[in-house]
C-alpha cells in the first residue's frame, strides 16, 4: 500500500496552509490531526457552536497526551494554536488544500463548494469527505472542477489509518498527487480509488448495515446484534457504529449507496436508521441515538 501510495504522491507537495469547511464530527477530527501534524488549519462552519465543540475536543484530546505524558504541554498550546476557528473566509486566499466536509446533501455540497472556489486560488486543491456521492457529480457544476477531488477519512479520524484518495475524471493530477501527499503528512495509509458512489470501503460497509436493518426489522434486538459483532472480533456493532457515525449521515449513504446500484443493492424495507433520524435520535452528536449517551 505504501508503494502504491508513494506512486500516487508523486509530485505532490504536502500543502502548508490549509483548511476545513465544517467543523462537525468529520471536520473538527481532520482540523485537530492536521495541526497535530504541524499544518496550520482554518477550521470553518457557519455555527459558531459547531467550531466551539470542535476546538473543545482538540483541547480535550491534546489534555489526554500531555496528561500520559505523550506530548508537552508546549507541544500542545502550540497545536492548539495552528487551528483557526472562523466563521468566515478570512486567509482562503492563501489556503493550499482545503477539505469540504459539511453535510453529506448534494445541494449543499455544491453551494458551499461554489463559493468556496471563489474564496480560494486557481490551483488550491478542494477536497471532499463525501461518504458516498460521485466526485465526477460534485465536480461538475463547480468553476473550477479540475481543483477537485474526493479525501475520504474514516471516523474516529485521529485514529482510523485509512484514507480513500478519490480521482473524479476531471480531477488534475496535481490535485490527486497533493491530497495523497496531504494524507500521507498525517501519518495516513492512502489509497487511490475509482470515483463511483460509495468508493471501496462504504461499498463493502453499506451492504452490513443493511443487512443490520433487516435483522432488526425480522424482530433481533439491536443490543444483542452488537454483543455478537464485538464477540466475533470485530471493534464495534452496526448500532453503535452507527451511533458514532450520525444517522443523518449513515442514512443518506444508504440511499445514495443503494440507488448507485440498483439490482445489485436494495435500500432496507423497515430502516430503523431512518425512523431514529425522524425521531431527532442522530446519535452521539445529539445525545442519543441507538443508545442514549450523557
Ligand atoms: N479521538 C481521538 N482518539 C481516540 C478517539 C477519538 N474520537 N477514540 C479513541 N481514541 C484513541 C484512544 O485515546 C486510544 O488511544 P491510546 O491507545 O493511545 O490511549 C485508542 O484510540 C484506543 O481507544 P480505546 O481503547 O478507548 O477504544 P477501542 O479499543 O475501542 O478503539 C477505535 C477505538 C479504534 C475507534 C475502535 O473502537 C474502532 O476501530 N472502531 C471502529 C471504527 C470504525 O469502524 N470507523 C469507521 C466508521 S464508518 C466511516 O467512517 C465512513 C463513513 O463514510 C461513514
Ligand atoms: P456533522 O453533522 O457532524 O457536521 C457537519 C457540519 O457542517 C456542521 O457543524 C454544520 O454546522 C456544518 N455546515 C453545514 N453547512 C455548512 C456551510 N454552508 N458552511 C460551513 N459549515 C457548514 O457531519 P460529519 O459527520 O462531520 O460529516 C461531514 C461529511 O463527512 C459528510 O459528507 C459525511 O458523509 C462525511 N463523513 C462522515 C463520516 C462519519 O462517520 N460521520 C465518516 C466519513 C465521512
Known sequence: VKKFARRHA?????????????????????????????????????????????????????????????????????????????????????????????????????EVMAALQQALRPGTVLASNTSSLRIDDIAAPLPRPEDVAGLHFFNPVPVMPLVEVVRGSRSSAEAVATATAYASGLGKTPIVVKDCPGFLVNRILTPYIIAFCDLVAEGADYEQVDRAMEAFGWPMGPAYLEDVVGMDTGSHVIDVISAGYPGRMRPPERNAIRALVAAKRLGQKSGGGFYDYD
Open 10 to 110: 508523486e509530485g505532490g507537495r504536502k500543502p502548508a496552509q490549509t483548511a476545513v469547511i465544517g467543523a462537525g464530527i468529520m471536520g473538527g477530527g481532520i482540523a485537530y490531526t492536521t495541526a497535530l501534524r504541524g499544518t496550520p488549519v482554518r477550521m470553518k462552519d457557519i455555527a459558531q457552536g459547531a467550531l466551539d465543540l470542535g476546538m473543545g475536543e482538540a483541547r480535550r484530546q491534546l489534555a489526554k497526551q500531555v496528561e500520559s505524558g505523550r506530548l508537552a504541554q508546549e507541544k500542545a498550546d502550540k497545536v492548539l494554536a495552528a487551528i483557526t476557528p472562523q466563521t468566515d473566509d478570512s486567509g482562503f486566499g492563501e489556503v493550499e488544500l482545503a477539505v469540504e466536509a459539511v453535510v453529506e446533501n448534494l445541494g449543499v455540497k455544491h
